[in-house]
């Protein structure tokens, strides 16, 4: 970087005009140039999904003041950081920074989190990149308290950088700022959701179904990311997109096939 | 089981008229009784999306002859495999198979596969799990050669269950029969996708994109399923949701947070 500033990339799922991308816009422009790209409607539980029967659309906007650059697309937010990294920034970034979610992406929420997942797609491009969320889905959630960590822990990554094949997943307990008793390096809780669809007729008598479900924490371990939120933690577990289970792999090889 | 025939749910992301589909519920009516619920629209690329804004419409079906029963959801593949184990089947499933997907779902392109994702759901929500996927995208393709290694790989997770949080990945190379070698348990190939957006103008003027790419393995090991696949074996990658980078934990602890 020598004398540039670094180039850092944000986007998020819940879009652009989310509060919490606001906040992490306004943190990240002390510790270099922003861009935004982002999409134009909310997009959580979208996972890793991509648009490949459709077209996307791109617009510069201004949501506010400051010096960042933005763009709204109208796709996934992994269709965000693939156009950003491929077509709209002027050098591959140096640091990409997803969120500040409106709720919790602890635990298996990882997996369907599109916040998570513009990360991870950042990860795979070769960026250093982390996810942030905060435990609290209220649209005026307080999203004070969490400027610090995450200023921190971004500082980290521009400096350090991060291992290969891994992005960061943090997340912040919903407390005043002396309540949080600091940043923990986790592993992913072993939770599951059970599922419990509301089922309902519509005013035509058909059936149709609203997704709900209850989380529930079957891991006792001190070390989970979940133990460190309910113990006023900041949880930060590494994330890799290799998928392998390599330890199965032995007796899978004793199989008859 | 004792006496009671296998349960078995069958999803894809193709939807539920695919080609693929119906090949892979003529291979499973032979091995217990099926249970479909299927898209009922293409939804590939749609990863580990879940429907939380919107309401789901599920219709009992009948694509085809055969004993099995068939729904079709308004969802995605993850949508419907948690609509079939909360809502519509009678028990909790003994094997969840997902696919026959028109294409490749190999080395990095798991994360992005609506196809895998429903059988990673399954495999969450403890139920044995696998994915196919055949080579050819074409409508027309030739499933045929497939059937005996899905057969076979079926019947072994059936008998022998699959360790705790472990989902198997199959692909199937585009070979006539008497050209496949037999089966690889592999690692999932560190290979990436080249992104190049085409970028068009639409009739009034504004630029729009479509999502494009260049599959590039950059993975020379001979233990991957690229390699596998390449050399005309059937690959099958255990893959895990515990997303955790355990390896990185250690550093992660030197940092000043």
Request: proline content about 5%; glycine content about 8%.
């Amino acid at each position: 970087m020598a004398n540039e500033r670094p180039l850092i990339l944000i986007s998020n799922d819940d879009g652009i005009t989310a509060p919490g991308i606001r906040t992490l816009i306004s943190v990240m422009n002390e510790l270099g140039d922003v861009w935004v790209v982002a999409p134009d409607k909310g997009q959580s539980g979208m996972g890793h999904a991509i648009t490949v029967n459709s077209t996307l659309h791109v617009d510069e906007v201004k949501i506010d003041d400051g010096p960042q650059k933005e763009f709204s697309c109208s796709g996934t937010p992994v269709d965000c950081v693939k156009l950003a990294i491929s077509e709209l920034l002027p050098r591959k970034p140096d640091l990409c920074v997803s969120g500040i979610n409106h709720g919790s992406n602890s635990a298996i929420n990882v997996i369907y989190s599109g916040t998570m997942s513009a990360a991870i797609e950042a990860g795979m491009e070769g960026v250093p990149s982390i996810g942030f969320s905060l435990l609290d889905f209220s649209l005026d959630a307080n999203f004070e308290p969490s400027k610090k960590y995450i200023k921190s822990i971004a500082e980290s990554a521009l400096e350090q950088g991060l291992p290969q094949g891994v992005i960061l997943n943090v997340n912040i307990p919903k407390l005043e700022e002396d309540k949080i008793n600091g940043v923990k390096i986790c592993r992913q809780a072993k939770a599951t959701w059970e599922e419990e669809f509301d089922r309902r007729v519509d005013p035509r008598g058909r059936t149709y179904f609203w997704l709900t479900g209850k989380f529930v924490n079957l891991d006792k371990g001190e070390d989970t990311d979940e133990w460190a939120l309910e113990n006023g933690y900041v949880s930060v577990v590494p994330v890799q997109y290799d998928l392998t289970a390599y330890f199965a792999m032995q007796h899978l090889n004793s199989w008859d096939l």
